[in-house]
C-alpha cells in the first residue's frame, strides 16, 4: 500500500495567497468586460470604455501635448500638486485629530464641548462646507489644504476618541499606583492601547483626504487631478479624463498599501479581526 501512494503523483495545491490574488484579477477583467460590451453595445460614441483608455493612456501618462496641457497643466505636474496637498493636509490633520480625540477621551468638559459638533460635522458633506472655504480663503490652494484639514482631523479625532473611552479600567488604576503623569497616561498608555482605531480613522481620514483635494481641484478650477478630470471632460476627452481617474485609485491604493506597511513593520501585535 505504501509503494503504490509512493508513486502515485502529487496533486497541484494553491496557496491562499495565489487564490486570493487570482479571484481578484478574474473579477477586474469580468467587470472590465461587462463595462467594454455594455458601451459598445448601448453607446459607443459618447461614453468612455476600457479600450479607449488603454488607446490614450501612453498618451497621458507621456505628457505628450494636447490641446488642453495649456490649460490644465501637464498630468505629472497635477499628480505631484495633488499628492503633495494631500499629504500635507494629511499631516496636519491626522495630528490635530490625536490631540484633540486624546483630549475628549480623557477630559469630560472637553468631551462634552465638542463631541457633538464633531460627529455632526463628519456626518456633513465635504462639498457642503467648500463654499465657506472659498468666502474665508478665494479660491486659493490654500482653501483646498483646509478642506483637506477637515476631512483627515474628522475621522481621526472621532476613532481616538472611541479607542481611549475604550481604554481598560486596570491600566489607569496601575497608572495611579505608580502615581504616572498626565503626559505619560495620554500618549504612553491611551494612545497606545488605542492604536487600532488609530489605524481605522486613518485610512477613513485618507480617503476623505484625497475626495476632499479633488472636489476643491473640481470646483476651484486650482491645479491637480481633479482640474485636469474637468478640463477634458469638458473638452470631450473623456479617455483621458479617465486616465486621472485611474491614477487617483492607484493614489488611494498605495496610501492603504504603506499603512499595512507600516502597521506589520511597526506593529507586528496588531491584527484586524478575521485575518
Known amino acids: 500500500m505504501t509503494a503504490i501512494a509512493a508513486r502515485l503523483p502529487r496533486t497541484f495545491a494553491v496557496s491562499p495567497r495565489a487564490e486570493a490574488i487570482a479571484l481578484r484579477l478574474l473579477a477586474g477583467a469580468v467587470l472590465l468586460g461587462l ?6 453595445w448601448l453607446s459607443p460614441y459618447y461614453v468612455t470604455r476600457p479600450s479607449g483608455v488603454v488607446r490614450h493612456f501612453w498618451e497621458v501618462v507621456s505628457n505628450r501635448a494636447t490641446p488642453m496641457t495649456q490649460l ?3 498630468f505629472w505636474f497635477d499628480v505631484q500638486t495633488t499628492v503633495v496637498a494631500v499629504f500635507e493636509g494629511l499631516a496636519i490633520g491626522v495630528a490635530a485629530g490625536v490631540v484633540v480625540g486624546l483630549a475628549m477621551g480623557r477630559l469630560r468638559d472637553v468631551e462634552w464641548a465638542l463631541k457633538y459638533y464633531i460627529g455632526a460635522l463628519f456626518a ?3 462639498i457642503a462646507i467648500l463654499p465657506l472655504m472659498t468666502l474665508w480663503f478665494g479660491y ?10 477637515l476631512g483627515a482631523f474628522l475621522p481621526v479625532a472621532l476613532n481616538v476618541y472611541d479607542g481611549v473611552r475604550k481604554l481598560p479600567v486596570t491600566y489607569l488604576e496601575v497608572a495611579r499606583t505608580y502615581h504616572a503623569r498626565w503626559w505619560n497616561v495620554w500618549f504612553g498608555i491611551a494612545l497606545p492601547a488605542s492604536l487600532p482605531y488609530l489605524l481605522a480613522g486613518l485610512r477613513l ?3 476623505r483626504a484625497l475626495v476632499a483635494a479633488v472636489v476643491a481641484e473640481y470646483l476651484l478650477a486650482i491645479k491637480g487631478l481633479g482640474f485636469f478630470i474637468r478640463s477634458d ?24 498599501a504603506a499603512i499595512d506597511l507600516a502597521t506589520t513593520r511597526f506593529l507586528p501585535w496588531y491584527r484586524r479581526e478575521g485575518r
Open 35 to 40: 463595462w467594454e460590451g455594455l458601451v459598445t
Open 72 to 74: 490644465s497643466g501637464t
Open 124 to 126: 456633513m458633506p465635504t
Open 140 to 149: 486659493t490652494n490654500t482653501a483646498r489644504l483646509w478642506i483637506i484639514i
Open 205 to 207: 481620514a485618507a480617503g
Open 233 to 256: 471632460t469638458q473638452s470631450l476627452h473623456e479617455n483621458q479624463a479617465m486616465v486621472a481617474v485611474v491614477m487617483l485609485a492607484l493614489i488611494g491604493v498605495g496610501i492603504n
